[in-house]
């Protein structure tokens, strides 16, 4: 594959970033790429494994000459990154971001975006429960979606050269409204992390079942829970706080969903809950036709050999 971009900067480099640039580099796709990170540590670990070419103390001095910029940072922050790069964006350069909530980040970004530069705002579904530099690897994004959520007036030039890069990553890529998008991740993953979040502080907190049967016993499925539960929490604090009303209409919908099924197992309602079920398990038939997850045992987790 040929070079899109000649220069990237990433601001932010955690798993999305580390991805991003393990994939760009697998594949040639970037001329140079270069990064930032508040913490020392992370930055010096970014250069230790040959992730970026440079790595800048402040984001300013990564974005200088940069024709990709890319906001890996937590959503809450990302107004006043954007603030911070704007006089040093090259003209013609894109920005887009990987941010899970896109209304909030283009009511924080969108204004100190200079005329000249392209804003494009854009999510990859792709994640797991790690973070930090090493957490990355180059196929990440293979078949999931990347989402982008352009601004009206966008120059599409623009626009299919940043598509050009995440498909050449391997991802699948999609456009949607800002504000359609929010209600959909609050749907397919910002409600099911809060229930994660909750239903593992609820097994904290019942004194009924220790601690160690917790931890003993979690091949069920609370261990998916903790799985899901175990992401980033300053990532995620800020998803909920930006993305407020899309999630308190499906947490809505959820518990009154709870509601219904709490009355049918008090009614002993076998017929109710065995048709509830077999609508729901359809969903996850779906899921698996359309590439995003395996029909192996186990939830598609790779059973170790003999000899691990």
């Known amino acids: 594959m040929s070079v899109i971009y000649q220069k990237v900067a990433l601001i932010g480099l955690g798993l999305i970033a580390s991805s991003m640039a393990r994939a760009m580099r697998e594949k040639g796709l970037a001329g140079e790429i270069v990064g930032h990170a508040r913490s020392a540590e992370t930055r010096e670990t970014a250069l230790e494994i040959g992730l970026v070419d440079a790595v800048y103390e402040s984001a300013a001095e990564a974005v200088e000459g940069a ?3 890319v906001l890996c940072v937590p959503v809450g922050v990302m107004g006043k990154i954007a603030a911070e790069i704007a006089p040093h964006l090259a003209p013609g350069a894109t920005v887009t971001d990987v ?9 924080a970004v969108g204004p100190h975006i200079p005329e000249g530069v392209h804003f494009i705002p854009g999510h ?3 994640g797991t429960e790690q973070s930090g530099p090493r957490a990355g690897f180059a196929t990440l994004f293979m078949n999931r979606w990347w989402l982008f959520t352009p601004l009206e007036g966008t120059d599409r030039k623009a626009l299919d050269r940043v598509k050009s890069l995440v498909t050449a990553m391997g991802a699948n890529v999609d456009e949607m409204a800002p504000d359609h998008h929010d209600l959909v991740l609050s749907v397919v993953s910002h ?3 809060l229930i994660a979040y909750t239903m593992v502080g609820v097994a904290d907190h019942l004194r009924r079942v220790t601690h160690e049967e917790v931890i003993k ?3 069920t499925g609370f261990r998916d829970f903790t799985r899901i539960a175990a992401s980033d929490p300053t990532m995620w604090r800020d998803v909920f706080l930006t993305n407020k009303e899309a999630t308190l209409d499906i947490l809505g919908r959820f518990t009154e969903e709870l509601f219904m099924l709490q009355r049918a197992i008090r009614m002993g309602d076998g017929d109710m809950l065995h048709d509830y079920f077999t609508r729901t398990r359809a969903i996850r ?3 698996i036709e359309a590439g995003q997850d395996t029909d192996a045992p186990d939830f598609g987790r790779a059973v170790p ?3 691990e």
């Open 191 to 193: 409600t099911p992390h």
């Open 124 to 126: 990859p579904l792709a």
């Open 67 to 69: 024709d990709l910029v």
């Open 285 to 287: 038939r779906g899921i």
């Open 217 to 219: 016993y979690s091949a």
């Open 99 to 107: 941010g899970s909530v896109k209304r909030a980040v283009i009511d």
């Open 305 to 307: 050999k003999k000899d």
